[in-house]
């Protein structure tokens, strides 16, 4: 480079980058203050009324709300149905958007209106019904809601007086999971895609499914077996996922849809979004919930595998499992859950990097595409719809907790600004058709209220997060970490241990998420590839700033030590100065 050897420029550009460094580690501090944060917690409290009120005046006991014609969609039958084939003739919904909205109350601290919905489910619902649905939908929404509203009910928060609930929802739970388990009955024990509620596999039914339909089971019915003693739900879904993973190719890749009764793959290409995502969503989470390192090696060979093979800078494509070669290079809206994963594992500067694409991307259109043809740099001349999807606003969320960057607060309040002037109309949220005219469609889908609007609230008062850890499902109920359920809880899970962390023990001043191992991509750096790096999570201090650069090791996407800015905040020295 012209120049780069004179003492006096290297001085110059010495100065610019520190200007620069300190700009990027002390700029986002300004700019969202308590009053503003309490302003933005009160619009999304009103944003999930406005959903839930309308709900429960139109629609309610059915699953879904209509906004635009203020009616109803029995819409169980239909999720993943989309040539809506073998339609029940006498179902009448099962309070979807009710069992769905369950957590998000006690989130947001209405505890009168959670006990009203857990006594009229106890009493009014039941699974004895002809209807065929899938088992991934049913299985996320209406175990994963009912699992996590009983935990709640009985947690030692006394929501509910005592006497009055008798673990009705958890019995509930039990009856559905059992209607489970006819599915896990084939030849490789990965189950069908489909289950008639009343009679099981029907006859002549597809044996197709997808990799995030058998391998996205594992927390709910974990939980159920946890909560009931009964092991079958936990064995079932582990059984299909152990077998699940003897599929994937020799670059650790899966594809995207399978014959359950064959065990062979039928669509070789996958990504990390559609037909795919919650599974590596749910080694993780597995791994968080239950602590058997089977599950952290899973996710450890896939997550290097994904970065290997799928990441294009802060984009992922999908590639081939077999020979790791891209196959279609699109962005899609279900993709930006990866960034909160990101989070979990660690890779903070990744997340933060695809994040700003998805933003990007949001602020172009006003909210995200369903899909987005990255060669072409268009939109997908058919999937231009936004159906009120959670998946931006749940990294966002998780992007703040591990940073406590007031712009991710900014984000969220564009977020919350675009569905209330795009979506919502006089009864709900209505889902957007066409992202480029805003031609809205008649449909306000139940995890509007347990993932966008949760999510959103959980950015402006984590309050909820303050005494016990969670898990959240990919449909967003929360399920506690508990000693009881774990291989070996990390100590920073242990309850009496947080009070002495949060008193400042920094010499273990990890997280839940400390086991990152920096990707195989890093060679040739002083630090081992595989070296397990510290949380880099500031939550030793109440104000969740550092103190010093050890307080924010290492970036697991490059391996480099991270440091403690003037402002308080964990950053990579970019350049050496
Ligand atoms: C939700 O039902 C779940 O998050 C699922 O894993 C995929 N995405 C939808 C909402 O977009």
């Known amino acids: 480079m012209p120049g780069a050897g004179s003492a006096a420029g290297a001085r110059r ?56 014609t203020k009616t109803f969609t029995d819409s169980l039958s239909e999720l993943g149905n989309l040539k809506l084939e073998h ?28 006990v009203k919905g857990v006594l009229w489910l106890s009493d009014n619902l039941r699974f004895d019904v002809d209807a065929r649905v899938n088992l991934f939908e049913c299985n996320i929404r209406v175990l994963g809601g009912l699992v996590s509203a009983h935990i709640l009910a009985t947690d030692s928060k006394s929501r509910l007086e005592h006497g009055l609930y008798k673990n009705q929802l958890l019995d509930l739970a039990k009856d559905l999971g059992q209607r ?9 024990g990965l189950p069908y895609a489909w289950i008639n509620l009343k009679y099981g596999v029907m006859e002549n039914e597809t044996t197709e499914t997808s990799t995030s339909g058998c391998g996205s089971l594992i927390l709910e019915m974990g939980a159920l077996s946890r909560l009931s003693g ?27 849809n399978l014959d359950v009764v064959t065990g062979e793959w039928i669509e070789y290409s996958s990504g990390i979004g559609a037909g795919v995502d919650s599974f590596y969503e749910y080694l993780l989470k597995a791994y968080v919930l239950f602590g058997s390192d089977e599950f952290w090696e899973m996710f450890h060979s896939a997550y290097l595998a994904v970065q290997k093979y799928f990441r294009h800078g802060p984009w992922y494509h999908e590639a081939d499992m077999r020979t790791g070669k891209a196959t279609y290079w699109q962005l899609t809206s279900l993709q930006a859950f990866w960034p909160g994963l990101q989070i979990l594992v660690g890779d903070i500067a990744a997340a933060n990097s695809s994040h700003r694409e998805f933003f990007y991307i949001w602020e172009r259109f006003g909210v995200l595409p369903e899909r987005y043809l990255l060669d072409h740099n268009m939109l997908h001349p058919t999937e231009k719809y936004y159906p009120l999807r959670p998946e931006f606003a749940e990294s966002t969320f998780y992007l703040y907790q591990a940073t ?42 139940s995890f509007f209220l347990s993932e966008t609007c949760k999510y959103l609230y959980l950015l402006f008062d984590d309050s909820f997060l303050a005494d ?23 100590a920073a899970y242990i309850p009496s241990n947080w ?11 990890l997280s839940a998420l400390s086991q990152q191992v920096c990707p195989a991509t890093s060679s040739g750096l002083s630090i081992s590839p595989q070296i397990e790096s510290a949380c880099h999570v ?15 090791g290492i970036d697991s996407s490059n391996c480099r030590k991270r440091v403690c800015s003037m402002a308080g905040y964990c950053g990579l020295w970019l350049f050496v100065l």
């Not at 309070?95 to 909205?101: H, M, N």
């Not at 489970?180 to 490789?188: K, R, S, Y």
């Not at 209330?420 to 449909?443: C, K, P, Q, W």
């Not at 449909?475 to 774990?486: A, D, Q, V």
């Open 13 to 68: 550009r010495g100065l610019l980058l520190l200007l620069l460094l300190l700009f990027a580690f002390s700029a986002p501090a300004a700019g969202f203050g308590s009053a503003k944060k309490a302003y933005m917690k009160e619009k999304v409290r009103k944003m999930f009324y406005h959903a839930y009120e309308n709900y429960m005046a139109h629609a309610f006991p059915h699953d879904e709300l209509k906004p635009l």
């Open 87 to 114: 339609l029940p003739q006498n179902y009448n919904g099962s309070a979807l958007t009710l069992v769905e909205s369950l957590s998000s109350l006690v989130i947001l601290g209405n505890y009168t209106e959670f």
């Open 180 to 188: 489970f388990l006819p599915a896990f009955e084939t030849p490789t």
């Open 230 to 256: 009964d092991p079958r739900f936990e064995a079932a879904a582990l059984r299909a996922l152990r077998k699940l993973w003897s599929m994937r190719s020799p670059l650790n890749l899966l594809g995207t």
């Open 404 to 445: 406590k960057d007031p712009w991710y607060m900014k984000v969220g309040e564009t977020i919350v600004n675009s569905l209330n002037y795009n979506t919502r109309v006089d009864s709900g949220f209505a889902s957007i058709r066409d992202v480029t005219t805003m031609e809205l469609e008649d449909h306000q889908h």
């Open 468 to 490: 016990e850890n969670y898990v959240f499902t990919t449909e967003g109920h929360p399920l506690p970490i508990k000693i009881s359920w774990h291989e070996k809880l990390p």
């Open 499 to 509: 009070t002495s962390l949060k008193g400042g023990n920094l010499a273990v001043g």
């Open 538 to 552: 500031p939550d030793l201090h109440s104000d969740h700033r550092c103190r010093i650069d050890d307080e924010c």
